[in-house]
């Protein structure tokens, strides 16, 4: 069975902090990599993609994946309160047709 | 960036009656849509693959009796809760894959509230 596993969290840091979030995948087929944030209440958003081993760099997110690993992670640089949400990890399948969501990490931001 | 509308946004009906959500992706053609759904503080869980002209695939565990979907054109995907009673209230959102910048990513629709009475 596929899995991804994030910790639950909540995950508190201070504004202006680094926030960062982990997740590792079970299902060595997966090329895509992607994070979303999703606020209470709200549908999830894409925040960042990534598919070669490495850093991916946009704004003050970084993706980072590692695939012998089966890990990738995501910071957060000068976090700030409105970056408080559930971050869900979603590799995609080996066909990448689908994607498998882990049950995410709630980031409180505290000002 | 690519846009996925869902209407209604809320819908309160009552036990027994059927209930139709529409996904649309306004920018992009999507072959493939995907209807998850989400109880208060629980994580998503994917109910059903839709494909455009195709029948949909759905996950186990999930009635597609009860869950219609049908995917009539590459811009519209539509779920119809049929007999709806109180535990089918949940927060219904679709995704759509979009494969026209070569490498395919889900946007999500902003999501169905449900609430059967």
């Known amino acids: 069975q596929k899995e991804v596993e994030q910790n639950s969290g909540p995950l508190s840091v201070p504004e202006g902090a680094i926030a960062s979030l982990n997740c590792t995948y079970s299902?060595?087929?997966?090329?895509?990599f992607f994070w979303y944030r999703q606020y209470s209440g709200k549908s999830p958003e894409l925040i960042m993609s990534i598919y070669s081993n490495g850093d991916k760099e946009d704004g003050r997110f970084t993706a980072q994946l590692n695939k012998a690993s089966q890990y990738v992670s995501l910071l957060i640089r000068d976090s700030q309160p409105s970056d408080s949400a559930t971050y869900l990890c979603?590799?995609?399948?080996?066909?990448?047709?689908?994607?498998?969501f882990g049950k995410g990490t709630t980031l409180s931001v505290s000002s | 960036g690519a846009v996925v509308s869902q209407h209604p946004s809320w819908v309160i009906c009552k036990s027994g009656t059927s209930v139709k959500i529409e996904c649309r992706s306004l920018d992009f053609q999507a072959t493939t849509m995907f209807w998850y759904r989400q109880f208060p503080k629980q994580s998503l869980m994917l109910m059903a693959t839709s494909n455009e002209g195709s029948k949909a695939t759905y996950e186990q565990g999930v009635e597609k009796d009860k869950f219609l979907i049908n995917h009539a054109s590459l811009t519209l995907s539509t779920l119809t809760v049929t007999s709806a009673h109180p535990e089918d209230s949940s927060f219904y959102i679709c995704s759509a894959r979009d494969a026209s910048g070569g490498i395919e990513t889900q946007y999500f629709g902003p999501g169905t509230r449900l609430l059967v009475l």
């Open positions: 979603a590799p995609s399948d080996q066909a990448g047709t689908a994607l498998i």
């Open positions: 299902d060595r087929g997966s090329q895509s």
